[in-house]
């Protein structure tokens, strides 16, 4: 507990944590990260699942923030699917909802759906035509038609067609990658950094933006039956440039797990060396502290 209050000090002083028990007694909401965390794309991580049982039984709060382009009920039968037990959690928000939101507000525009037919949840019943290339006037992209095989390079002259002809480019996942087993597959995020290239105009509906966190403090608040302060919140994830950047422009504290797509970044940087990449790629994060793995 001293050294948690070392860092909410400011003294720089970011622990390795064994442990997340303390952190359940210090912030009774958690925003935690799912792909790399709760689950691998594959299986359930059994001790992070653990975890997060026991802080709801000690009466915190969970919500499942996550950059995947899968709508809700899509993802709660995801999660089930991969053995992720519904009591670890009170509720989910992911940027497939909020990509959602966003296409709603384009009604009765042609939009071109780039990404795999596995994400086709992310079409269902919105007020919008979807066409080919040619003939949209909004892209929504939830990622590669094939992350398996593919690589985003490979999809520069479509991005830079598009982004020539100035239509909006909703992408419904921010994550550049992701770990899949033990493959890292390109995510729609990718794309997106291209599409830039090309001065093409991106709306992010993912971390580390603030839709998404709103609509997680809602929930959240939803859950407690009363309003939150943000000092009661804690982020946890495995994304610098998501988890962390994201916590950081909410005003929230985080806690970096360095397994998922960082996996090896402890051994390889040294605490100092990685905590002072996390605090450059997100400038005014309340770091709390580093864990190897989520584990109660």
Not at 155 to 160: D, S
Not at 224 to 242: C, F, N, P, V
Request: net charge negative.
């Amino acid at each position: 507990m001293k050294e948690l209050e070392a860092v909410r000090r400011g003294d720089g002083n970011v622990p390795i944590l064994e442990h997340a028990a303390p952190l359940s007694r210090q912030w009774p909401v958690w925003f935690c990260d799912i792909w790399g965390i709760v689950h691998d794309g594959v299986h359930a991580d059994e001790a992070s699942c653990d975890a997060l049982v026991h802080h709801r039984r000690n009466g915190g709060v969970v919500v499942l923030v996550s950059n995947s382009p899968r709508p809700r009920p899509a993802l709660l039968m995801q999660l089930d699917e991969l053995g992720v037990p519904r009591d670890s959690y009170d509720d989910v928000i992911t940027s497939g909802d909020v990509t959602r939101a966003i296409i709603t507000r384009h009604s009765g525009q042609n939009v071109f759906h780039l990404g795999p037919e596995r994400d086709s949840h992310l079409r269902e019943s919105l007020p919008v035509a979807f066409t080919g290339a040619d003939e949209a006037q909004v892209v929504m992209c939830s990622g590669l038609f094939d992350d398996r095989t593919e690589r985003p390079e490979q999809y520069r002259p479509l991005l830079k067609a598009l982004a020539m002809r100035r239509l909006p480019f909703v992408c419904a996942n921010p994550d550049l990658v992701v770990k899949h087993g033990e493959r890292i597959l390109p995510c729609a995020g990718a794309l997106a950094a291209i599409y830039e290239e090309f001065g093409g105009e991106v709306i992010m509906a993912g971390k580390p933006h603030r839709p998404i966190y709103e609509e997680a403090l809602r929930k959240a608040e939803a859950v407690a039956g009363r309003q939150l302060d943000r000092k009661e919140i804690l982020a946890i994830g495995d994304g610098i440039g998501t988890d962390m950047k994201g916590a950081a422009n909410f005003g929230i504290a985080a806690v970096f797990v360095t397994g998922g797509i960082s996996e090896g970044a402890l051994d390889e940087h040294g605490l100092e060396a990685l905590v002072a990449r996390i605090l450059r790629e997100a400038p005014g994060l309340e770091l709390v502290g580093i864990m190897r793995h989520l584990q109660w």
